[in-house]
């Protein structure tokens, strides 16, 4: 198995689809559809579309020879699909969910590996501000269906428009610029290939004090990115949800704008793996694909779309490492066949097998074992849980009748029919779940 990537047991892949499927009943009041896109991208649109540096890039080239790269993440593909399939009758915004893995070549650590995955929601084709409360609104239900309302904060900010941006950009760059000496590599890197807003988001210790002193840019937004701000935050008041103002919080490209969150872990993940679910809007991303495609064989078949997007993505692996275990839902009460066969009988083997197909067409939830002497299998349907095990040798064969044990209980019952017994199960299986 390469570095950085696991496997996913049985466990894991319940836990996994429990949080699809939380995230699919939350979704629904809103009209989210869910949807599935491929994971192999054009190594030139991830780098124009993603907010992943190159060297985080799973590249490399196929047949062809050409550079491809597995997804690092999924907005830019949803953008692309919406844009690719939209039809002029179709009302906006139209609204996506999405759950899969991810792709970053970057250093394994808790919560973080190179092969992760991710849900997530895109509301495309709005600008209005109600919109950005929206999607917030979803990212609060889903994790208070998690239980993990209590564990999290939101941090909201604002990007402001292109012109505030760049109005912020220039001061933040002459700030930070006389300071350049007494930052981290990282962000001194970051200053010199023009990514200045990226060194508000350091998380080294070193940056700490110079971010804290930094202009913010609500110093900078015109009117208008601020009279848009206060709708946002008015509608979350409107909807009673609570929120921090974090004027360094930011996303590094272009294409984001206006309303950015994150909903950060109070404790227990550590300062560099905090933000369990984070998201923004990216009006820049909708332009800047139609302006890909407008370019390539897909011309004639563009749209222009009028409006934005915004969306979120919440990391699953440290949601895993969050959610209560008492939540995940429990295993489905379940009935052991046992077979007893004696001189290497297939009779009874056979009568299991029958019985099986029966009960499971009447809904039961069975496993049914053919080796081992009884008291192997009895230990086995023990260690599995069994709420009941029915019992099939030469005795019940010759007699025409099964045996019954509810493993809890330990009492023993004889069935003369197959809705007899199916009556058993059913009754002992529903008590094992009070």
Known sequence: ?????????????????????????????????????????????????SDVVSKEMYTFRDLSGNSIALRPENTAGIVRAFLDNFHQDESLPQRFFYSGPMFRYERPQKGRT????????????????????????????????????QETTLEINTLGDRDSREHYRAHLKEYLSERKDKLSMDSQQR?????????????????GEIISDAPTIHDYLNTES??????????????????????????????YSHTVFEFKVKEGLGRQQNTILAGGRYDGLLKGINDLMEDGEDAHRLKKIQGGGIGWAAG???????????????????????????????????????LCHQLRKRGLVLSCSYDGNTTKQMKRAGRENAAAVVIIGEDELKGDYYTVKNMKTK???????????????????QASKE
Request: charged residues 25%; hydrophobic residues 35%; aromatic residues 6%.
């Open 316 to 354: 699953v692996e440290r949601m895993l490492m969050m959610v209560d275990q008492n939540l995940y839902p429990k295993e489905h009460s379940h009935v052991a066949v046992v077979a007893v066969r004696q001189n290497e009988s297939e009779a009874v083997s056979l009568q299991a097998l029958q």
């Open 1 to 49: 198995m390469s570095i950085g990537m696991h496997d996913w047991g049985p466990i894991e892949k319940k836990k996994f689809n429990f949080l699809v499927d939380v995230t699919r009943e939350v979704c629904q009041p809103y009209r989210y559809n869910e949807v599935s896109l491929d994971m192999v991208y054009s190594s030139a649109e991830c780098l124009e579309t």
């Open 411 to 429: 009492e023993h019952y004889k069935a003369d029919s197959v809705d007899a017994l199916f009556s058993h199960c059913m009754r002992i299986t």
């Open 191 to 207: 200053l010199e290939k023009g990514n200045v807003l990226r060194v508000l988001d350091s998380k080294d210790p070193k940056d």
């Open 226 to 255: 601020k009279t848009r701000f206060e709708r946002v935050r008015e509608c979350l008041n409107a909807v009673g949800i609570p929120y921090l103002l974090n004027p360094t919080l930011v996303r590094g490209l272009d294409y």
């Open 114 to 149: 190179r092969q992760f995955h991710q849900l997530g929601i895109e509301c495309l084709g709005s600008t209005h501000p109600h919109s950005d409360a929206e999607v917030i609104q979803v990212a609060t239900d889903l994790l208070s269906r998690l239980g993990l309302s």
